[in-house]
């Protein structure tokens, strides 16, 4: 393959080699016109060399790039030069679970579940989509710097396949081939097709089926996932041999020898689920990614002073409705959290016992209120209802008690109890990102702002890359008055995320606030192409000092019933009505609506902070001045 450094490929400008595989080549690069550095993969021309194989390379391509997930690769673009294919796909820097594993050797259990899950939760999401990897092992999966971990190469082992049985066909095409063959000869000629193509990779992780050339389903990605979990706790490959041949029939014929043999340390239970993974009948093993991941997490579920662990199972369908829900969640636009709802109700509907899915549905009727996109007042009172259900079911659920802190804040503005929840959430299930999220409001509208910055920061390193984390920090920043860390955050966000007008709103309140009043009003410009009116430009004009724009924009939303009485509270402010401002959030508390909680740290009424209403409008809601 040619040395493609420093070559510009359409507006891809290569910096470096970073590696080279069984696939091709990878090379950092600086995409030119998004000014963001990704990664390009050089295809071996083996891979799309045949008409059907470039169809086939399209085919996958467009699926892999659909895909949206914390934990899987995003792809970005395809192209082609000099009759080589290749991929533009985001660059993760870290290491692979290869180098990982060569650097530190066997992992502790704890760690090495975390890893599988986090993998799991990408084969759920693409699984549901009807896609499989085939081709899941340590070099197919990236743990960034930052700890966050991604999936690589979906579609390309299918087409790497593809590849070396066309090239099997070819060799072979002079051989006159018996009409039945027997198992031998036919992972023997597995071994050769791969031997003549090099594209097929090591053959460790395939399953029985994939070694005996049958239809594959989901199953075969979990038994792959099995042999990584075994080699991460062990150090060692369940099924080794002195050649190709002697693996693959150890894979069809024989049991793994026992982890605990090997490493000493491997729980009956961490046993037991891999031995259900490699299973040789695919009707042995865990059926879905869904119900795989359930029984991870209830083997990293903490344990009573019995040794009992406090995991209760659920059905399959349930908790593959609540997985989606949160991904529908932390993708947070109004479309998706409404999808959550539903998912969220249906997975409540499927096992009425699941005390995370009413945790859920609680947390996200909670955010449906805090931001306007449904009755507040409807919002809190199911959300309220929801959470007591929950705690009704398990009365010292950490997630449960978090939420309810939060409604409390919001509705009744009873700070007292709702320290004291947050403070059982957080002694109960420190690690917990919905609990630590639901504290860093209450953190932030305390002004305790570099504690609720550490546990917003804390929640996107475990969960990283999802929108709602990443919009929560700027926020956060943003209340913390650290505008030029909030700017950064969000064209960050606006970059992975340019759908998302959440970004875009609140990237124009960081201009506003620096001054910079016509990138402020670009930000809302974007903002409402995307559907989204806003009652900001009125707020920026008035702090440009543009008196008729801001008084007109105003009058033209109230007219249109657009607004609450907090909106025009912020106009008026910046206009310098003051009187006008107070009146408008009289009325705010007469109907308790939840934005007063900010009003002690909210920036755009610092404006307010000399006048004497101001602190007695603190006092009624309960916050100190």
């Not at 209340?479 to 970059?495: G, H, K, N, S």
Request: contains cysteine; charged residues 25%.
């Amino acid at each position: 393959m040619l040395d493609l450094d420093g070559t510009t490929i359409s507006n891809y400008r290569i910096i470096e080699k970073l590696g080279q595989g069984g696939m091709g080549i990878v090379y950092k690069a600086q995409d030119t016109r998004l000014r963001r550095h990704v990664a390009i993969k050089i295809l071996l021309p083996e891979l799309t060399a045949d008409h059907k194989l470039y169809r086939h390379f399209i085919k996958e391509a467009q699926a892999a790039s659909a895909l949206n997930h914390p934990n899987i690769c995003t792809i970005y673009d395809i192209g082609q030069y000099r009759k080589m294919n290749f991929i533009i796909m985001e660059l993760v820097d870290g290491e692979t679970l290869r180098e990982m594993l060569i650097r530190r050797g066997p992992l502790p259990e704890k760690e090495a579940i975390d890893i599988v899950a986090k993998i799991c939760y990408a084969l759920a999401a693409v699984h549901d989509k009807g896609i499989l990897h085939c081709d899941i092992k340590p070099e197919n999966v990236m743990i960034a710097k930052q700890g966050f971990l991604k999936v690589m190469d979906f579609g390309l082992a299918k087409l790497a396949t593809e590849a070396a049985e066309l090239a099997g066909k070819r060799k072979f095409a002079r051989q006159v081939q018996p009409k039945k063959t027997s198992w031998k000869k036919k992972y023997t000629e597995s071994v050769v097709l791969s031997s003549l193509s090099g594209l097929l990779g090591t053959v460790h992780y395939m399953s029985p089926e994939q070694v005996q050339g049958k239809s594959l389903d989901q199953r075969s990605d979990i038994f792959s996932l099995g042999v990584v979990l075994y080699e991460l706790v062990s150090g060692s490959r369940p099924f080794e041999g002195m050649s190709n041949a002697t693996i693959l029939a150890k894979i069809i014929h024989e049991a793994p020898e026992p982890m605990p043999l090997i490493s000493g340390h491997v729980s009956p239970a961490l046993q037991e689920l891999v031995n259900r993974c490699l299973a040789k009948d695919a009707s042995e093993r865990f059926q879905s990614a869904v119900e795989l991941l359930q029984a991870l997490h209830e083997l990293a579920a903490p344990q009573t002073a019995s040794g009992k662990t406090e995991a209760r199972t659920i059905k399959p369908e349930a908790y593959a409705n609540y997985l989606k829900g949160m991904f529908s969640f932390e993708n947070f636009t109004p479309m998706n959290v409404q999808k959550s709802v539903e998912f969220f109700k249906s997975a409540i509907n499927d096992d009425p016992n699941f005390v995370e899915a009413y945790v859920g549905l609680a947390r996200t009727m909670t955010f449906l209120g805090m931001t306007n996109w449904m009755s507040p007042v409807e919002a809190f009172s199911e959300a309220r209802t929801v959470v007591w259900r929950a705690l009704e079911l398990e009365p010292e659920n950490a997630n449960a008690l978090a939420i309810l802190g939060l409604i409390k804040v919001d509705t009744e503005y009873d700070w007292a109890s709702a320290g004291r929840l947050f403070n059982q959430a957080m002694e109960r299930h420190p690690d917990s990102v919905t609990a630590r999220d639901a504290y860093a409001f209450y953190l932030t509208f305390t002004a305790r702002h570099e504690e609720a910055v550490a546990q917003v920061r804390s929640c996107l390193n475990k969960v990283p890359q999802a929108c709602y984390y990443e919009i929560r920090l700027g926020w956060t920043y943003f209340m913390a008055r650290r505008y030029d860390e909030a700017i950064v955050q969000f064209q960050a966000t606006q970059l992975r995320f340019p759908e998302l007008a959440f970004a875009d709103i609140l990237l124009s309140w960081c201009y506003t606030t620096k001054g910079m009043h016509a990138q402020a009003l670009a930000e809302c410009a974007k903002a409402e192409a995307k559907g989204i009116p806003q009652w900001q430009t009125s707020w920026i004009y008035a702090k440009a000092g543009k008196t008729e724009e801001a008084k007109a924009r105003l009058e033209a939303l109230l007219k249109q019933n657009l607004l609450d009485d907090w909106s025009p509270a912020v106009a008026y402010a910046a206009l310098g009505e003051i009187d006008l401002a107070f009146d408008e959030l009289e009325k705010a508390y007469e109907k308790r609506l939840f934005h007063l909680v900010s009003l002690k740290t909210i920036p755009q009424f610092d404006v307010l902070r000399s006048d004497r209403r101001y602190f007695d409008l603190l006092k009624k809601i309960g916050l100190d001045p």
